[in-house]
């Protein structure tokens, strides 16, 4: 079946440092994929979207490219903030017209930047 | 402002008792979702709707039931037969599958403690 596999966290960084989240899929036909930000006791909330091949997502300076040569949807970002800690999820989408249509999460990646 | 509510965002149950979670949403969307989130862990999917009067079984529907009346309302029941409760439950909602930008919406979660 279709899954999502992320890199277990959590990622501890310094204020300004490179991000790198990995992720990697599984799944028939073209999925769309996205990046998910959950805060402290709050629910998710959409980063980034990619809905064909080759696409890049961007938002709030991440940045995520569809690779479908190598089923990846890493993550990145240039230089985080202490802002930025919270926890990713990266999820894909079944195509439109699957009758089995629901999103898929993997585990989610904790990040934590200290200043 | 358009969103989804979940309500309460705290929850109290007492062993053998039967609570119910609301989910609204006023974003005029087909599908809606419950997941479970337990301590560091990712989302798992307990039901899901596409469509007024039909629901699915996710991965871990035991113990849990829905309705789907209206389109804006999804409430989750947990049942006593549901033995391990406690958690953080969200809500989501998406634009009908047959758009390509199915990305979804989350509610603010609530979360469940058996005392």
């Known amino acids: 079946g279709d899954s999502v596999t992320q890199m277990e966290g959590p990622v501890t960084l310094s204020e300004e440092a490179f991000l790198t989240i990995n992720c990697t899929y599984t799944a028939t036909g073209y999925p769309s994929l996205f990046w998910y930000v959950q805060y402290p006791g709050e629910g998710l909330q959409l980063l980034l979207k990619?809905?064909?091949?080759?696409d890049k997502g961007s938002n709030k300076g991440f940045e995520a490219t569809y690779r479908k040569e190598t089923t990846s949807f890493h993550l990145e970002k240039g230089s985080v903030q202490v802002s930025d800690s919270a926890v990713y999820f990266c999820?894909?989408?079944?195509?439109?017209?699957?009758?089995?249509?629901?999103?898929?999460f993997g585990s989610g990646t904790r990040l934590l930047v200290r200043p | 402002d358009g969103g989804i509510t979940q309500s309460p965002k705290y929850l109290f149950r007492k062993e053998g008792q039967n609570v119910t979670l609301s989910c609204e949403q006023n974003l005029n969307h087909d599908a809606m979702y419950w997941y479970r989130q337990d301590p560091g862990q990712g989302l798992r999917l307990i039901y899901y709707s596409q469509i007024v009067n039909d629901f699915q079984k996710g991965d871990i529907a035991e113990g849990y039931s829905v309705s789907r009346e209206k389109k804006e309302s999804f409430p989750l029941t947990v049942t006593s037969a549901q033995k391990n409760p406690t958690a953080f439950y969200l809500c989501?909602?998406?634009?009908?599958?047959?758009?390509?930008?199915?990305?979804?919406?989350f509610g603010q979660g609530t979360r469940l403690t058996v005392v």
């Open positions: 990619a809905t064909k091949a080759d």
């Open positions: 999820a894909l989408t079944r195509p439109p017209m699957d009758s089995s249509y629901k999103l898929i």
């Open positions: 989501a909602s998406s634009s009908p599958p047959t758009r390509m930008n199915t990305e979804a919406f």
